[in-house]
T-cell receptor
């Protein structure tokens, strides 16, 4: 079936280090969305990428959509303790109407 | 602005008891509404979605059901809870173009 995978599952970094999570889909995506869920909280929408090869930045966060629209990445430069949480990608499958499939998430811990 | 309300925040229910979780949206009309479940430390599983009053699509066969009696109200129900129904239930509204806004969720523990 249609799947969205994310690696790594967990990442522990020292404050100030960079962090990257990768998202891969088994099928071509119409778009990819990224969400952040703080511990004990609910997912919060961060950004959406639509175009092949698209790159978007939000302060220290850089989001990329692959040329084939089957993979994406989120890179955080110089992590801070406020970055702690689980980052989910969610892909809109071309074969499905109005449905996104969430990846399992990457849990980020930042050691001060 | 649009807001989404979900309650209760926490619920402990015995096995075999019924369930009713409610979600309401303000500030928008005819929203697409969704119920997701998140097991501890896991990703989000889509349970139901609705594009209008009385229109429910089920993604996963289970003993849960959903209803949309009003435009901005979405209800998740069960007649008899199972232990495996424990989890974090999230209501969301939105669409494929602009992303999803999630409610604060209900942590359900079936004992």
């Amino acid at each position: 079936g249609q799947q969205v995978m994310q690696i790594p599952q967990y990442q522990h970094v020292q404050e100030g280090e960079d962090f990257t999570t990768y998202c891969n889909s088994s099928t071509t995506l119409s778009n990819i969305q990224w969400y952040k869920q703080r511990p004990g909280g609910h997912p919060v929408f961060l950004i959406q990428l639509v175009k092949s090869g698209e790159v978007k930045k939000q302060k220290r966060l850089t989001f990329q959509f692959g040329e084939a629209k089957k993979n994406s990445s989120l890179h955080i430069t110089a992590t801070q303790t406020t970055d702690v949480g689980t980052y989910f990608c969610a892909g809109l499958m071309k074969t499905s109407y109005d449905k996104v499939i969430f990846g399992p998430g990457t849990s980020l811990s930042v050691i001060p | 602005s649009q807001t989404i309300h979900q309650w209760p925040a926490t619920l402990v229910q015995p096995v075999g008891s019924p369930l009713s979780l409610e979600c309401t949206v303000e500030g928008t009309s005819n929203p697409n509404l969704y119920w997701y479940r998140q097991a501890a430390g896991r990703g989000l599983q889509l349970l139901f979605y609705s594009v209008g009053i009385g229109q429910i699509s089920s993604e996963v066969p289970q003993n849960l059901s959903a209803s949309r009696p009003q435009d901005r109200q979405f209800i998740l129900s069960s007649k008899k809870l199972l232990l495996s129904d424990s989890g974090f239930y999230l209501c969301a509204w939105g669409d494929r173009y602009y992303g999803y806004t999630f409610g604060s969720g209900t942590r359900l523990t079936v004992v």
